[in-house]
């Protein structure tokens, strides 16, 4: 599968924890994109690299944080959970730098705290 | 701030019947739009973006600066349009992150 993917699909864990999230974008692609889908918030836009540089910034926590590494794959890395952090994360990957062109979405991780 | 607003939650109509969904905008820069579509047990997809005026699947979107709108729109609506759909607006200035309305679950039913 040459699409995003995203590790695990399901992680299930306690409040105050801490977890890594895990995306390897297209091939070919140099930005990648996180976004948290909550049922009361939607899809909201967290944080953006480009070519392992942090672009953009959006509601990101702060003790949310991401990286991208050399080999252009990211990790989100949520730390002292809540409850309120249940929810999907989906990454997505664009070539960027072209005028009007499109992201591409992995199939998301469903963290649930308990 | 920019926004987008898809008013409605969900949306039932009957196959073969036209179907418009709503989206509504807040920007002050240049709006660049997008429709995003999750079948079910599928990822989140690009349909159409505006820029291209393209009819995708049969819909069709136009963006009214007047009305700062971007609804979807398709004459026939096809049990296999039945999906979640995302309304999604690209900001100017660098990053080409997206802001999302919270979408709109549309049933077409037989």
């Known amino acids: 599968d040459s699409g995003v993917t995203q590790t695990p699909k399901h992680l299930i864990t306690a409040t105050g924890q801490r977890v890594t999230l895990r995306c390897s974008p297209r091939?070919?692609?140099?930005?990648v994109y996180w976004y948290q889908q909550s049922l009361d918030q939607g899809l909201q836009f967290l944080i953006q690299y480009y070519n392992g540089e942090e672009r953009a910034k959006g509601n990101i926590l702060e003790r949310f944080s991401a990286q991208q590494f050399p080999d252009l794959h990211s990790e989100l890395n949520l730390s002292s959970l809540e409850l309120g952090d249940s929810a999907l994360y989906f990454c997505?990957?664009?070539?960027?730098?072209?005028?009007?062109?499109?992201?591409?979405f992995g199939p998301g991780t469903r963290l649930t705290v308990l | 701030a920019q926004r987008v607003t898809q008013p409605e939650k969900l949306l039932s109509v009957f196959k073969g019947a036209p179907v418009e969904l709503k989206c509504n905008y807040s920007?002050?820069?240049?709006?660049?739009l997008f429709w995003y579509v999750q079948y079910s047990r599928q990822r989140l997809q690009l349909l159409l973006r505006h820029i291209s005026r393209e009819s995708i699947k049969g819909f069709t979107a136009d963006l009214n600066k007047g009305e700062t709108s971007f609804h979807l729109k398709k004459p026939f609506a096809q049990e296999e349009d039945s999906a979640m759909y995302y309304c999604a607006l690209k900001l100017q200035g660098g990053s080409e992150k997206l802001v999302f309305g919270k979408g709109t679950k549309l049933t077409v039913n037989p």
């Open positions: 997505a990957s664009s070539v960027d730098g072209v005028l009007y062109n499109e992201q591409f």
């Open positions: 091939s070919g692609d140099l930005s």
């Open positions: 920007y002050s820069g240049s709006p660049e």
